[in-house]
């Protein structure tokens, strides 16, 4: 027998309309990917992702290869980080192919946590004075 986990489902963006609309919502910034976040108000919901590659990070294997890799990060581990009523697009960077797995599941799971980008050390904030 196996043992039942708490599993949270993650919807997915199908249609172009769906990743149009997230485009208007926050960007999250980083090396492996851009994270697109919008919050739909809708809390009783599940939350949704969709994934994005574009044809300038390679050939179709290479692309599917991406999209992948990045399906499975937010399956085992970044699906459980995902808010409620809230649509996620990740846009893949070339540094995705070669990065490990385990860096990229822990860059996935804290970019979405995280909403704002740390600030630059005081040095700059000493130079407005």
Same mark, same amino acid.
């Given at each position: 027998?196996?043992?039942?986990?708490?599993?949270?489902?993650?919807?997915?963006?199908?249609?172009?309309?769906?990743?149009?609309?997230?485009?208007?919502?926050?960007?999250?910034?980083?090396?492996?990917?851009?994270?697109?976040?919008?919050?739909?108000?809708?809390?009783?919901?599940?939350?949704?992702?969709? /994934?994005?590659?574009? !044809? @300038?990070?390679?050939?179709?294997?290479? +692309? &599917?290869?991406?999209?992948?890799?990045?399906?499975? *990060?937010?399956?085992?581990?970044?699906?459980?980080?995902?808010?409620?009523?809230?649509?996620?697009?990740?846009?893949?960077?070339?540094?995705?192919?070669?990065?490990? /797995?385990?860096?990229? !599941? @822990?860059?996935?799971?804290?970019?979405? +946590? &995280?909403?704002?980008?740390?600030?630059?050390?005081? *040095?700059?904030?000493?130079?407005?004075?």
């Amino acid at each position: 027998m196996t043992l039942k986990q708490t599993k949270t489902t993650v919807g997915r963006l199908k249609n172009r309309p769906q990743f149009l609309a997230v485009r208007n919502g926050e960007k999250r910034k980083g090396p492996l990917f851009l994270l697109e976040v919008l919050d739909r108000g809708e809390p009783d919901t599940q939350a949704r992702v969709g /994934f994005t590659v574009t !044809k @300038k990070h390679g050939n179709a294997v290479e +692309r &599917n290869r991406m999209r992948r890799r990045m399906r499975e *990060a937010v399956r085992t581990s970044a699906g459980f980080a995902m808010e409620a009523g809230h649509d996620y697009v990740i846009v893949a960077r070339r540094d995705l192919m070669t990065a490990p /797995f385990e860096q990229l !599941k @822990k860059r996935l799971c804290d970019r979405i +946590r &995280n909403t704002q980008k740390q600030k630059r050390s005081s *040095a700059t904030d000493s130079r407005k004075e």
